[in-house]
């Protein structure tokens, strides 16, 4: 399954899928991008970064992809697990000073 | 669980009140934020500490007045608040304001001002 933010702020995966969480940052400046996974009644947990200079990084069961010719972001999930239900956000550190502006957010729900 | 602790986790204030709410980390970092959340929304920055100096203040008003006694604890003073800054308030650290490094974030502290 595929979001494109906004414009599709929750995605309905089959537990065991792949997932993919798009986002598009505002700011051709931003130097480092961070994926957040926040779920309910908890602040936001640190998923996976990567910086300008890179176009792929890979972490366990997550993928993050920059494309800064068309400022999208991307996060791939492999093989989701009902652990996985949370609202994910896409950040940017669109100044010098390390302060991270957010995307609006993408609710990802895992049906069993 | 998280590295940053908030306390208290829930706050009910009447909008004639004073209340603080704290935040501590023992992680080394030399940089502190308050971010504020509402429902369903992103978190948005309102204040950066940097090596216990305010170093960002994104036109908070100043019924909102932080605090960093030590570079472990971050306090945010709260004073004569409308029911509209009703919200998630979440603290977070990083290594340094310097260079590019995550946030942690501590689970908030959801505040309900009546």
């Known amino acids: 399954g595929e979001s494109v933010g906004l414009h599709l702020p929750t995605l309905s995966v089959q537990e065991g899928d792949n997932s993919i969480i798009n986002c598009a940052y505002s700011?051709?400046?931003?130097?480092?991008f961070i994926w957040y996974k926040q779920e309910s009644g908890k602040g936001p947990q640190f998923i996976i970064d990567i910086r300008s200079n890179m176009d792929k990084r890979q972490g366990q069961r997550v993928t993050v992809l920059l494309n800064k010719t068309v400022k999208h972001l991307s996060l791939q999930i492999a093989a989701t697990q009902p652990g996985d239900s949370a609202v994910y956000f896409c950040?940017?550190?669109?100044?010098?000073?390390?302060?991270?502006?957010f995307g609006g957010g993408t609710r990802l729900m895992v049906k069993p | 669980d998280t590295e940053v602790t908030q306390t208290p986790k829930h706050l009910v204030m009447g909008m004639t009140n004073k209340k603080s709410l704290k935040c501590e980390q023992h992680?080394?970092?030399?940089?502190m934020y308050w971010y504020k959340q509402k429902a369903k929304k992103p978190p948005e920055l309102m204040f950066v500490?940097?090596?216990?100096?305010?170093?960002i203040n994104e036109s908070v008003p100043s019924r909102f007045s932080p605090e960093c006694p030590n570079s472990s604890l971050l306090n945010l003073h709260l004073h004569a608040l409308q029911p509209e800054d009703s919200a998630l308030y979440l603290c977070?650290?990083?290594?340094?304001?310097?260079?590019?490094?995550?946030?942690?974030f501590g689970n908030g502290t959801r505040l309900t001002v009546t």
């Open positions: 977070a650290s990083s290594q340094d304001q310097l260079g590019n490094s995550p946030l942690h």
């Open positions: 992680m080394g970092h030399r940089a």
């Open positions: 700011n051709s400046a931003s130097d480092y």
């Open positions: 950040a940017e550190n669109p100044h010098a000073g390390n302060m991270l502006t």
């Open positions: 500490y940097s090596y216990e100096k305010l170093s």
